[in-house]
């Protein structure tokens, strides 16, 4: 929660960093990789940018949606059920 609100305010430039981080062999990184950009973080602040267009986070979720890990799995399901709160014909 820390980070967020420096990720979100670079959002372009946090999400491709963060979607390097997707391929490295930390299960726990992976998952941060999603976890730091949902658009409606339980104990933070929503991102606006995500509520309205998801399609930005593909970057990040395209190579965690088929994630061998049940954690990282977990937290991909949870950015789209939260995306698809504002924008379910994207989901």
């Given at each position: 929660?820390?980070a967020?609100?420096?990720l979100?305010?670079?959002?372009?430039?946090?999400?491709?960093?963060?979607?390097?981080?997707?391929?490295t062999?930390?299960?726990?990184?992976r998952?941060f990789?999603?976890?730091?950009?949902?658009?409606r973080?339980?104990?933070?602040?929503?991102?606006?940018?995500?509520?309205?267009?998801?399609?930005l986070g593909?970057?990040?979720?395209?190579?965690?949606?088929s994630?061998?890990s049940?954690?990282?799995?977990?937290?991909v399901?949870?950015?789209?059920?939260?995306?698809?709160?504002?924008?379910?014909?994207?989901?």
């Amino acid at each position: 929660m820390t980070a967020r609100p420096t990720l979100t305010a670079h959002l372009i430039e946090s999400i491709t960093v963060l979607s390097v981080w997707t391929g490295t062999d930390s299960e726990r990184i992976r998952r941060f990789t999603s976890e730091a950009l949902c658009p409606r973080g339980v104990w933070a602040k929503h991102i606006a940018a995500l509520t309205h267009d998801p399609e930005l986070g593909l970057q990040i979720l395209e190579p965690l949606r088929s994630d061998t890990s049940r954690y990282v799995q977990d937290s991909v399901a949870n950015w789209i059920n939260d995306a698809s709160k504002t924008q379910p014909e994207w989901v």
